[in-house]
């Protein structure tokens, strides 16, 4: 079974600019969350999708928003760039979402704001 | 809502040699807890997790885990460290029933030396 998948791997913006990144989870998941990693912060979690329905979201302001499409593929956009928004972007994906599951990371998108 | 603590940043220790890394949380109520890996440029991999049942843990690689309600504490261990432990440890805790918002700790950076 493939695993998590994200695209791109590596992006080079300059601030004010806007991003959209992409996920692919396991086949047969329908739960995608994403998370934001940052030396010194770890792992800050920004929404999390099921069924197309953003039901969870962490604290990030509305400048980073999500969606989820019917063959459970999700995208998040980050718009207006700030040079702290430089971070690793993951995505993660399970069967259900439920908090007991495992969830399957993918390698994550590097991006670098400028 | 829950928290986790990771009091030790960075851990260097002889190949060979035992590792304990610590992990603390926050939760009112029974939790599940898990402890993820990363290596470098990789997404994270579950190594164990803990639900209910049994407070001793045994995950993936040769680690353990023990559950202690008394003192908030899930620690990682293992007898025997090898080169390839070289990564970056997470300890989470998500909402025991709820959907998926893991809350993870800032990670510990391990290092092996020969």
């Known amino acids: 079974k493939a695993g998590v998948t994200q695209t791109p791997r590596y992006l080079i913006k300059t601030r004010g600019q806007q991003v959209t990144l992409s996920c692919s989870p396991i086949s047969g998941h329908r739960s995608v969350s994403w998370y934001q990693q940052t030396p010194g912060q770890g792992l800050q979690f920004l929404f999390e999708y099921f069924s197309e329905t953003q039901r969870n979201k962490g604290n990030f302001p509305g400048r980073f928003s999500g969606r989820q499409f019917s063959n459970s593929r999700s995208e998040m956009n980050v718009s207006t760039l700030e040079l702290g928004d430089s971070a690793l972007y993951l995505c993660a994906s399970s069967l259900a979402g439920a908090s007991v599951e495992t969830q399957y990371f993918g390698p994550g998108t590097r991006l670098l704001v400028l | 809502a829950q928290s986790v603590t990771q009091p030790d940043i960075h851990i260097t220790v002889s190949e060979g040699a035992s590792l304990e890394l610590r992990c603390n949380y926050s939760y009112g109520a029974t939790p599940y807890l898990f402890w993820y890996v990363q290596s470098p440029g990789q997404g994270l991999q579950l190594l164990l997790k803990?639900?209910?049942?049994?407070?001793l843990v045994q995950g993936i690689k040769g680690f353990e885990a023990e559950f202690k309600r008394s003192q908030s504490s899930f620690n990682l261990r293992k007898p025997s460290v090898h080169w390839s432990d070289a990564a970056e440890y997470f300890c989470?805790?998500?909402?025991?029933?709820?959907?998926?918002?893991?809350?993870f700790g800032i990670g510990t950076k391990l290092q092996v030396i020969p």
């Open positions: 803990y639900f209910s049942g049994d407070t």
């Open positions: 989470a805790v998500g909402a025991s029933g709820g959907y998926q918002k893991v809350t």
